[in-house]
T-cell receptor, first 114, second 114 residues
Framework: KAGVTQTPRYLIKTRGQQVTLSCSPI?????VSWYQQTPGQGLQFLFE???????NKGNFPGRFSGRQFSNSRSEMNVSTLELGDSALYLC?????????????FGPGTRLTVT | AQSVTQPDIHITVSEGASLELRCNYS??????LFWYVQSPGQGLQLLLK??????LVQGIKGFEAEFKRSQSSFNLRKPSVHWSDAAEYFC????????????FGAGTQVVVTP
């Protein structure tokens, strides 16, 4: 099976702009989770989608949003970018039919905000 | 609330020597525990997981981990490290109602010397 793919791999944006990141899960997986990874805060959970519904969310401002499509592909959007949003954004997929499961991660999207 | 502590930020080990990475968790109910590895610029790869049963868990790349409930620990071990094991290692914990959220430790950077 193909692994989790994320596009684009790298992005450079300016403060105030918005950005959309995409994640395609492993075939058959219906859950997609998003994480932000920074040197200072480590890996932090953003939100999780299952069958097009957000089931869980972390403690991030409303500028961070996401959605999931019927084919389980997911996008996350960050509006009004701030310098502190510079990070590696990782998505992970899992079957999703249990409350906890092993997650398979994509390579990430490196976002730089200038 | 769940929490994960990796006491060692950085470990240096000689090639061929044994490696042990420490992980302590805090969680009231049954924890679901994971170890992931991240190479520079890459996503996270699952090494092993513990859900229940035998407390000694075997994973990929020759790694194993032991769950000790009395010590709230899930330490990762490898008998003989290879230069390719140089990477950052993350311990993570989930719960039966995590719904896509894993709580990660801060990570341990492993350097392998000749």
């Amino acid at each position: 099976k193909a692994g989790v793919t994320q596009t684009p791999r790298y992005l450079i944006k300016t403060r105030g702009q918005q950005v959309t990141l995409s994640c395609s899960p492993i075939s058959g997986h219906r859950s997609v989770s998003w994480y932000q990874q920074t040197p200072g805060q480590g890996l932090q959970f953003l939100f999780e989608y299952f069958s097009e519904t957000q089931r869980n969310k972390g403690n991030f401002p409303g500028r961070f949003s996401g959605r999931q499509f019927s084919n389980s592909r997911s996008e996350m959007n960050v509006s009004t970018l701030e310098l502190g949003d510079s990070a590696l954004y990782l998505c992970a997929s899992s079957p999703g039919d249990r409350g906890v499961d092993e997650q398979y991660f994509g390579p990430g999207t490196r976002l730089t905000v200038t | 609330a769940q929490s994960v502590t990796q006491p060692d930020i950085h470990i240096t080990v000689s090639e061929g020597a044994s490696l042990e990475l420490r992980c302590n968790y805090s969680y009231g109910a049954t924890p679901y525990l994971f170890w992931y590895v991240q190479s520079p610029g890459q996503g996270l790869q699952l090494l092993l997981k513990y859900f229940s049963g035998d407390t000694l868990v075997q994973g990929i790349k020759g790694f194993e981990a032991e769950f000790k409930r009395s010590q709230s620990s899930f330490n990762l071990r490898k008998p003989s490290v290879h230069w390719s094991d140089a990477a950052e290692y993350f311990c993570a914990v989930g719960a039966i109602d995590s719904w896509g959220k894993l709580q990660f430790g801060a990570g341990t950077q492993v350097v392998v010397t000749p």
